[in-house]
């Protein structure tokens, strides 16, 4: 038996099988390892790929905090922010309302604002409010009364003007040509100035009213 055992062919099968073992298990470890590593390099391109949509800071008039009932302060606009916007494009806040700035069309693409009780009442007059260019617009962007001049079209508010009474400051900015679009005077005159009655109507039911507008263009 010994002999057997100690026999060189005998040791030789012994260390190939052994050999022969180890081998597979290392290239089974081998694979494994590889396959995950694809696995996941393969995932991270993926999300690697992924675009990512930046959000643009908002130039906010205050601190952005929720609005209060009987709170009559300058943070009225930031109210709206947490229910989030139709776009993220040239965002700016006002006193009273966020405008989305269409530097294509100079004009608003949307305007959001909040009415209530508060915000509908107060000393302000329109009558101590012009029409005027929005500074904050480049000069190749912005809108002027010139363009308006002449064309049959009225400089219809987004953001109404009686909808902030509360602040005389918050109603001229509603004056700013950026919160204009060209609307035509038979339906400025009547069906918007309508409109804007009715949902200053709806805080009569309602706390807060939030009032998302923008322009609809249709050819001609």
């Known amino acids: ?49 992924v675009p990512v949509i930046p959000i643009p800071s908002v130039d906010a008039a205050s601190e952005i905090s929720a609005y209060q009932p009987g709170q009559v302060a300058v943070n009225k606009s930031t109210a709206v922010m947490k229910y989030g916007f139709p776009s993220l494009s040239n965002v700016k806040s006002r006193e009273s309302y966020v405008t989305s700035y269409d530097p294509r069309n100079r004009t608003a693409a949307w305007v959001i604002e909040q009415l209530n009780a508060e915000t509908l009442t107060g000393t302000s007059d329109r009558k101590f409010c012009d029409f005027k260019e929005d500074d904050s617009v ?77 322009p609809l263009y249709l050819p001609r």
């Not at 005998?10 to 696995?39: F, P």
């Open 138 to 214: 480049h000069v190749y962007h912005r809108s002027s009364n010139a363009d308006y001049r002449g064309s049959g079209f009225d400089r219809g508010h987004l953001a109404a003007a009686a909808n902030h009474k509360w602040s005389q400051k918050a109603m001229d900015e509603t004056f700013y040509l950026s919160n204009v679009s060209p609307q035509n005077p038979h339906l400025n005159q009547n069906a918007w100035n309508n409109l804007e009655k009715y949902c200053r109507s709806l805080t009569k039911h309602y706390q807060n009213v939030f009032v998302c507008t923008g």
């Open 1 to 49: 038996m010994h002999r057997i055992f100690s026999s060189r062919w005998v040791l030789s099968g012994l260390s190939l099988t052994a050999g022969i073992g180890i081998g597979a298990t290392l290239t089974a470890a081998s694979d494994d390892l590889l396959n995950k590593s694809r696995d996941t390099s393969h995932s991270r391109g993926l999300l690697d790929r």
